[in-house]
């Protein structure tokens, strides 16, 4: 971006709920349903079907609404916006448009610069519109038909408008980031960009560094992962400063654009809609919100941990914070790891292990950590297991991918006693092991005992392999260490 021009940046957040059923009837809220299976005459907008508030949505956007520091409205409405595409049966959204259920609200995020401030206009509910599928082609260009599913026709959404707060594509993603951890967290929704359970719609503008006016507010849509969604916000930026700096400003345009990952460019989509073009009107079929504040204290009663209080609980345990942004980030590592410290594993070792090996194994897997079969507590008595000298952390990384599935979920200890992998702890069953090494091996004792000690690591790995991994180290150390020493002064003196 050129040195005169700063980004605007802010972003609607379109957020699908958990609750079981769709915002205003009974058919279920389920992705991945066979097309037009689970609809009705409500969802669908047939005539004479009457909408009824699902209000478990309405603890969701509660719960939202907390952990954004936002206002609760304590009455809202619902309103019809209207406007006409093929996979929205009604001809309208039931939306809310000038009294949201939360308002004036803020998200603090950590960015590489530190802590930063993003204001939430508001969040309000809504139902989401049908699916386009396009037949022929991987997009609407080039198809040949297009498939409507309606499953997904007055599934609940929060949608999230955030303030014009942001000032580059790093701090875009990282707010979407944190968002989808909060989502997660307190059970609002899976936030599964690729499915569409969470989609970020982002407004981008420039302006010239100084100036309080905005510039011309351009729209940013189908982009599928964070990682998209701040390339897509990097190439507009730029395509707005170059046709700004080529004075060809006027073809800044208010516009709706299309983010082509295989193209890595945004492209046209259709001229953005204004607030008249929608023609809101206040929801016939459905009476005011009320909220009271017994349910608002209810749900904050029944909220979960926040991600920002997770992570200041790790630093508490004397966690690196590059350690701590890793354990907090997914929801099912966190509890992962929740669960063994719960089950006694010191913090450090169970992160330490969490971090390497299962997740390097949850990657060769492709699946996330409350896929694999292991239990925390089986984690916690292994390392308990290294800590007390039982197995070493050799015969813990040679075993742990027989844990992963489960083999010692009924006890660590009693799976390695099986499998004959204790370590060998016995003093003289360790020196006899070290005695027979040593003798094994002359040329290398003899050149040990001229000078060449880095040899002490050939006899340690002959020591190990002589063991099968099994011996203790420590203990070998110390018998292997004092042999060699002897023989270095035996052969000194012989001298």
């Known amino acids: ?14 957020v699908q709920l958990l609750t079981r059923t769709k915002a205003f009837c009974s058919c279920p809220n389920q992705y991945g349903d066979e097309p037009n299976t689970n609809i009705c005459p409500v969802c669908m907008g047939h005539p004479g079907s009457l909408p009824m508030l699902n209000q478990e949505a309405v603890n969701l956007a509660i719960r939202a609404g907390i952990a954004l520091n936002a206002n609760i409205a304590r009455r809202s409405k619902f309103d019809r916006k209207q406007y006409f595409y093929a996979d929205l049966p009604k001809g309208y959204q039931i939306s809310q448009y000038d009294v949201p259920v939360c308002s004036a609200g803020f998200l603090e995020v950590d960015t590489p610069e530190g802590v930063k401030r993003f204001g939430i206009t508001r969040a309000h509910l809504e139902e989401d519109a049908g699916k386009n599928v396009h037949g022929g082609a991987d997009s609407l260009s080039g198809s040949s038909h297009t498939l409507v599913d309606f499953n997904r026709a007055g599934v609940p959404l929060l949608e999230i408008v955030s303030e014009p707060d942001m000032r580059s594509a790093r701090d875009a993603a990282a707010y979407g980031a944190e968002l989808r951890r909060i989502c997660r967290f307190l059970g609002i929704s899976d936030g599964n960009m690729a499915e569409g359970s969470m989609r970020c719609d982002v407004n981008v503008s420039v302006r010239p560094k100084g100036q309080e006016q905005f510039g011309t507010k351009v729209e940013v849509k189908n982009m599928n992962s964070f990682s998209n969604m701040q390339k897509a916000i990097e190439f507009e930026i730029e395509r707005q400063v170059s046709l700004l700096q080529a004075g060809r400003g006027a073809e800044v345009v208010q516009e709706t654009r299309l983010w082509d990952e295989g193209r890595q460019e945004t492209s046209s989509m259709r001229t953005k809609e204004g607030l008249a073009d929608y023609r809101y009107f206040p929801e016939p079929d459905l009476p005011d919100l009320e909220i009271m504040e017994q349910q608002i204290e209810q749900v904050k009663a029944s909220m979960a941990e926040l991600p920002v209080a997770k992570r200041e609980r790790y630093l508490s345990l004397g966690l690196p914070k590059a350690d701590v942004l890793i354990l907090a980030d997914e929801l099912a590592t966190a509890d992962f790891f929740d669960a063994a410290m719960a089950a006694g594993a010191p913090a ?6 969490i971090m390497g090996d299962i997740m390097a194994a949850c990657k060769e897997r492709k699946m996330g950590m409350d896929g694999l079969a292991i239990t925390p507590g089986a984690l916690a008595e292994m390392i308990a297991l290294i800590e007390g000298g039982t197995i070493s952390g050799k015969i813990a990384k040679d075993v742990l991918p027989r844990l992963l599935d489960g083999e010692g979920n009924a ?3 009693a799976f390695v006693e099986k499998e004959g992998l ?14 027979a090494v040593l003798a094994a091996n002359p040329n290398q004792l003899a050149q040990y005992c001229s000078g060449k000690t880095k040899l002490a690591g050939f006899f340690t790995g002959q020591v190990m392999k002589e063991s099968a991994g099994r011996v203790n180290p420590g203990l070998m150390n110390k018998i ?16």
């Open 1 to 14: 971006m050129g040195r005169r021009y700063e980004a605007v940046i802010g972003i609607e957040t379109h």
């Open 348 to 353: 450090k070792a169970a992160a330490n292990w």
């Open 411 to 413: 006890g660590v200890k």
């Open 422 to 435: 204790v370590q060998i702890s016995d003093e003289s069953a360790v020196e006899a092991m070290v005695d």
């Open 480 to 495: 292997l260490m004092k042999k060699l020493a002897a023989a270095a002064a035996a052969a000194a003196e012989a001298a």
